[in-house]
Structure formats: structure tokens, C-alpha cells
């Protein structure tokens, strides 16, 4: 219920009249059962606004750290995590990505609408960069289709690094669903998965037609870290 208040009555409208999003391909949504809907991810507000037009509730994974905050900035973060449909993960590696892994099947088997960003992390620069394998299994495991989708404008309205968005359109193109069923039961082949992710990649590229660069997007971020110590 508080979803659908935030989204409907209190946040949702006044978001879509300032920043009046266009969207391309909505009815490739299914209006039932499991799907995976994988985007790029260029700005933090790619979270508010696909599940803001997307007609379904939308359940993304998000980092536990959001949840976890203290006094009112951490009240005021996770209630705002909780009104966009987000569910906290630990993702240090290890059995907690396994347990990433599981929530995510537990959203798609109930047939809800999972959220990923297959490059695992905010692009550093607008490029699209690698996918992890990770959507690729749940896609094999739970045996739903996935769409992509491509955000646009986003990473204008709010860098990395700024806390308040700029007033400006954005865009979201969402693509035909894909369909991975031919490779029923072979989730633990590492080539077959990397083999889905590519191919999904390669929609997203299509769709949003970002320069695409061939390493994991945390790669880039940890070496540019580096660099500026």
C-alpha cells in the first residue's frame, strides 16, 4: 500500500510532470507473471523512474548499506528504498550472493517484476560496460523471460557524485522479451551464461546505443580510485 501511494498519489505524479519521461515499448511488458527487466544503469534515478512507468510493481536489489543508515537521513533513505520497491542484499561475495541470488528467485517465482542492472554497478561514464552472469542464471533458473531496457538522458538529469537532479526529459526504451528457454537446465555452464549475457548485452547496446567497452565497469571505477590516492 505504501508503494502504491508514493508511486500514485505523493512522489510519482509531480516526478513525471517535471522530468516528463518518453517511453518506447511499454506493451512488451507482460501485465502477469515472473519477468526479468534488465537495464543499463547510468544514474541513480534509473530505480525512480522505471518502476514509476512501468505499470507493474517493479522489485529491484539493493545494497544493504541503504537499509542500515542512522538518526533521520537513515530513516529518510530506507523509507525511500522501501517506497520504490527495493529489497536490501548483502553483495560482499560468497554465500551472500547467493542469497542475492535466492531473493531474486523468490520475487520472480511469486511472478513479480525483478529489476537488474547487468553491469553490476553505475556506468563511470556513460559507456556500457560488461555484463555479470548473475541475471543470466536467474533467467535459466526461474525460467522467466527477460526484457531489456535501455535508459536515456539519465546520467544528464543526475551524475554520479550529485545529490539533487536537474529538471530535463529523459527517456526509456524497453525491448521485445527474450527468450532463453533452449538452454533449460544448463545454469551451471559458465559458457552458456556468459553466452545470455552477452547476447543480452548486446540488445542493450542496440537499444541504447552507448559506446560499449569490454571490462566490468567495477574494473575501471577501482582503477580510477587508484589513481587519484
Known amino acids: 500500500m505504501f508503494y502504491w501511494i508514493m508511486k500514485n498519489i505523493v512522489v510519482g505524479p509531480i516526478l513525471l510532470a517535471l522530468f516528463r519521461p518518453w517511453i518506447v515499448g511499454l506493451n512488451n511488458i507482460p501485465k502477469e507473471g515472473g519477468v526479468i527487466l534488465a537495464s543499463n544503469h547510468l544514474s541513480f ?13 517493479v522489485v529491484f536489489l539493493a545494497k544493504s548499506e541503504y537499509f542500515t543508515g542512522k538518526g533521520l537521513r537513515g530513516w529518510a533513505t530506507r523509507q525511500f528504498f522501501k517506497a520504490t520497491g527495493q529489497l536490501p542484499i ?5 554465500k ?3 542469497d542475492s541470488l535466492n531473493t531474486g528467485l523468490r520475487v520472480l517465482r511469486s511472478g513479480g517484476v525483478l529489476g537488474i542492472y547487468p553491469e553490476g554497478t553505475r556506468s563511470p561514464d556513460a559507456k556500457m560496460y560488461r555484463g555479470r552472469t548473475g541475471v543470466a542464471r536467474m533467467v535459466l533458473e526461474a525460467g522467466v523471460p527477460v526484457i531489456p531496457v535501455a ?3 539519465t546520467e544528464k538529469a ?3 557524485g550529485t545529490r539533487i537532479p536537474k529538471v530535463r526529459r529523459i527517456g526509456i526504451i524497453i525491448g521485445e522479451p527474450l ?16 553466452s545470455i549475457t552477452d547476447e543480452l548485452m548486446y540488445e542493450l547496446r542496440t537499444l541504447s546505443d552507448q559506446e560499449y567497452v569490454d571490462v566490468y ?9 587508484n589513481l587519484s590516492r
Open 45 to 57: 534515478i534509473d530505480s525512480v523512474f522505471l518502476p514509476l512507468v512501468v505499470p507493474r510493481r
Open 217 to 225: 565497469a567495477t574494473s575501471v571505477k577501482e582503477k580510477r580510485a
Open 179 to 194: 527468450d532463453f528457454s533452449r538452454f533449460e537446465g544448463m545454469e551451471g555452464d559458465r559458457f552458456v551464461l556468459r
Open 151 to 153: 535508459m536515456i538522458d
Open 96 to 98: 551472500a550472493s547467493e
Open 90 to 94: 548483502d553483495r560482499s561475495g560468497g
Open 158 to 160: 543526475m551524475p554520479t
